[in-house]
């Protein structure tokens, strides 16, 4: 008798859209802000994060390779530097970026290294945020030169040749040539849904409560849920023409790779909006005008583009702050895009990075149904 | 639809506070079906607030009273009622961002009506809007929005229609027209309760209700809620009026004294020493002193006087 009426639901869309088409203002900026933005973040961020993970496949269990080993950890670039015994255990973990370094020593590492013929040590790094990665292969080059060097002074001192007693070689995976763009521009795709997103949708009921237009909505016999979704609809319909701008500016402007399947991105960028527009929606219910909702938006906003790992890296960050960050869906989104356009990865590897997602969507909807008024108290 | 209602409105002891204040008290209200019932009261005095209480935009306190609204629970059917229920609200609240035909058409869309078009074409012809249907009706005069929003919550062809003030700032060629649309509506059954601040408007009412600082003060016809106060009214004209009121206005037993033009309006609850207050200032033989019937507005002003104390306004 009052069930969800599609027509109802319609003309609620329709009138959200004759009502943004109006506002030419803020139509403007909804696609001038993404254009402007990836002009501008044109330069590289730069940041010295330590602590990063790293996995050794060694092949050779010589008190030497233990001493880079320990080298290594001793650098404070890397931590936890797991020993993995197969190829394809380490490429899972770069891969899924469990890992962001892998350093295979070579068979015949110590022999090499006595008879001072250069051993090559292998380093592969995930190179997607290039700014992250730098400085731990600066420091890994140092390494090449001097960690062993005691251990070699000694009955071997001869062997100690005044070039590197290694040849370290490094991989940048995924981004060989370190370009900044290649992050860059998948984590704005995520800070201007997240800012366009929240904000349009938190403003969209709160205007209504503003010019007292709510009032009337309220009178007519259509449902909060009709009410919220039909709201929400035109939006879902903005972000896609941002994601389509910004996608269209990584390959022909940025010449940003996309390894990964389309289709799997277009799903993972849908999951992303629909999580920023329930908690813009529920800003709305919850703030009493627009200034709050614009207030609990930038509130939100910080954050996520702070902790996220679009400015900083993450793994540079102090743990309380990656755990903070770990809520916000933004973190995994980037982690996300990076993967499906730099790594390739396909739906089935990103499951770990979309529940976060879908966790934080509902219990903001939990949160929206419990501040959603009925009624103008 | 509960067969055999009687009332349109019929709720019993709602309450309503906003924080600490306690805005509506103990309201109770009995419109019949087909009656056009006036709702009068000063500012601030909780009319909005208990319409909006009756088709269920605002919830009564809890454990305070009850009522129905054609036929609905007003705290348990508040869908029901609104399906049934124009409600013209005292603030224009239509989109001003829409044209005049997209708020009509938008509205009618959410009251799921069949024929859409034909409904809207009429509203317009009607409000003899046509011509101007594609203005955004943000552009509109004032007068102009009443009549719109008053077209937009008549479109579904409701039973019983709430009107705020549906009137303020309408020209008298309009509102004549509006209230004769109004009685023509209810000579066809449908009930209204509308809340002016106009006499006139209150005189042309079925029945009337007062409230004051939330309570309801007085109700009936024009001419009970006159009498039902007992009010004695001199009208005084002479020289020097301004000067005679702050006079009479000192004296014990004078109520009211309000400038009609060049007369003077005495009330009193008390005639005895009403008159007596008039022999002490107005026995010269320039002024003449003459009993006359008290009028409505007469009777309210003499109600809000007498409500005040009873209220802290925070
Ligand atoms: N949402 C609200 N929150 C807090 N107080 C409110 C709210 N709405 C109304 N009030 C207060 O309730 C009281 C009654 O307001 P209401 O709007 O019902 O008066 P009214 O009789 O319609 O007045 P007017 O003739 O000016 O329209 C006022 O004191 C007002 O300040
Ligand atoms: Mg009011």
Same mark, same amino acid.
């Given at each position: ?32 802000v ?13 940041a ?12 050779d ?10 080298a ?22 770069i891969?899924?970026g ?8 070579p ?6 290294l006595?008879?001072g013929?250069?051993p ?7 190179a997607?945020?290039?700014s ?12 090449a ?15 100690s ?12 995976r995924?981004?060989p040539?370190g ?8 984590g704005l ?13 938190g403003l969209a ?24 979704t ?14 389509g ?30 999580a920023?527009?329930t ?15 614009m ?16 400015m ?6 102090p743990?309380w ?7 916000l869906p933004?973190?995994?989104?980037l ?18 990075q ?8 509902l ?15 | 639809?509960n ?26 209200l ?14 601030g ?15 009564p ?18 869908a029901a009622i609104?399906?049934e ?8 609240s ?10 009509l ?9 069949? $024929?859409?078009?034909e409904?809207?074409?009429?509203? /317009?012809?009607r &409000?003899?809007?046509q011509? +101007? @249907?594609?203005?955004?009706? =943000?552009?509109l005069?004032?007068?102009?929005k ?25 020209d008298?060629k309009?509102r ?33 209700a ?10 009936g016809t ?9 009010? $004695? ?7 020097? /009026?301004?000067y &005679?009121?702050?006079?009479l +206005? @000192?004296?014990?037993?004078v =109520?009211?004294?309000?400038p009609f ?13 009403l ?15 003459e ?14 006087a ?6 802290v306004?925070?």
């Amino acid at each position: 008798m009052n069930g969800f009426s599609l027509s109802r639901w319609f003309g609620i869309i329709g009138k959200e859209f004759i009502q943004l088409k109006r506002d030419r203002l803020t139509f403007g900026m909804i696609i001038g802000v993404p254009v402007m933005q990836l002009l501008l973040f044109g330069f590289a961020i730069n940041a010295d994060p330590k602590n990063l993970p790293a996995a050794v496949l060694s092949a050779d269990n010589s008190p030497y390779a233990r001493t880079f080993i320990r080298a290594m950890e001793n650098s404070g670039y890397f931590r936890g530097v797991v020993q993995v015994a197969r190829e394809d255990e380490a490429e899972d973990l770069i891969a899924h970026g469990q890992v962001q370094f892998v350093v295979n020593i070579p068979e015949n590492f110590s022999r090499l290294l006595v008879r001072g013929e250069q051993p090559q040590i292998l380093v592969e790094a995930d190179a997607t945020d290039p700014s992250a990665t730098n400085n731990a292969i600066g420091a890994l080059q140092v390494l090449a030169a001097t960690a062993l060097a005691r251990d070699l002074a000694g009955p071997l001192g001869a062997a100690s040749p005044s070039p590197a007693p290694i040849d370290l070689r490094v991989h940048r995976r995924y981004n060989p040539e370190g370009i900044s763009a290649y992050n860059i521009v998948p984590g704005l795709l995520g800070t201007i849904l997240t800012m366009t997103m929240i904000l349009m949708t938190g403003l969209a009921v709160t205007r209504e409560r503003e010019r007292g237009t709510f009032e009337n909505l309220l009178a007519t016999p259509a449902l909060p849920i009709e009410v919220l979704t039909g709201k929400i609809v035109p939006y879902i319909m903005i972000g896609l023409i941002q994601v389509g701008l910004i996608f269209l500016a990584s390959q022909f402007v940025f010449n940003v790779p996309m390894k990964g399947n389309p289709v799997v991105l277009f799903f993972v960028v849908l999951i992303f909006i629909a999580a920023n527009l329930t908690l813009g929606i529920t800003f709305s219910s919850i703030a009493r005008n627009q200034l709050q909702a614009m207030q609990m938006t930038f509130f939100f906003f910080l954050p996520s583009i702070l902790l996220s790992g679009f400015m900083f890296p993450y793994r540079g960050m102090p743990e309380w702050a990656q755990w903070l960050a770990s809520i916000l869906p933004l973190t995994h989104f980037l982690v996300l895009v990076r993967g499906i356009m730099l790594k390739g990865n396909e739906l089935h590897e990103l499951w770990p990075q979309i529940w976060p997602i879908l966790a934080f969507m509902l219990v903001v909807i939990l949160l929206g149904l419990r501040f959603y008024k009925r009624t103008l108290d | 639809m509960n067969a055999g209602t009687e009332f349109a409105i019929d709720v019993r002891g709602l309450n309503k506070h906003f924080g600490p204040k306690h805005v509506v008290r103990d309201f109770s209200l009995q419109v019949r079906a087909g009656e056009i019932y006036g709702f009068l009261g000063p500012n601030g005095s909780g009319k909005t607030t208990s319409i909006r209480m009756i088709c269920g935009l605002l919830t009564p306190d809890p454990g305070s009273g009850s009522g129905t609204c054609l036929g609905y629970d007003v705290l348990r059917e508040t869908a029901a009622i609104k399906r049934e229920v124009g409600y013209m609200t005292q603030r224009f609240s239509l989109w001003e961002d829409l044209t005049i035909r997209e708020n009509l058409n938008f509205v009618a869309r959410m009251y799921g009506m069949k $024929h859409r078009r034909e409904a809207v074409d009429g509203a /317009l012809e009607r &409000l003899g809007l046509q011509s +101007r @249907a594609n203005q955004l009706s =943000g552009a509109l005069s004032g007068g102009w929005k009443q009549r719109l929003s008053l077209a937009a919550c008549l479109l579904h062809q409701p039973r019983l229609l709430l009107l705020d003030e549906p009137t303020a700032g309408v020209d008298p060629k309009a509102r004549r027209d509006f209230w004769e649309e109004i009685h023509a509506l209810a000579a066809d059954g449908l009930s209204v309760l509308v809340s002016t601040h106009y006499m006139d408007e209150a005189e042309r009412c079925h029945r009337l209700a007062y409230i004051a600082y939330g309570k309801l003060l007085a109700t009936g016809t024009a001419a009970e809620v006159v009498s039902s106060q007992k009010l $004695h009214t001199y009208a005084v004209t002479g020289p020097n /009026l301004a000067y &005679l009121s702050t006079a009479l +206005r @000192a004296l014990p037993g004078v =109520g009211q004294v309000t400038p009609f033009g060049n007369t003077l309006h005495v009330t009193g609850q008390d005639d005895s020493l009403l008159r007596d207050a008039l022999a002490a200032c107005a026995s010269d033989a320039a002024y003449r002193v003459e009993p006359i019937e008290s009028t409505l507005e007469d009777v309210f002003i003499s109600l809000m006087a007498g409500a005040t104390d009873n209220f802290v306004e925070q």
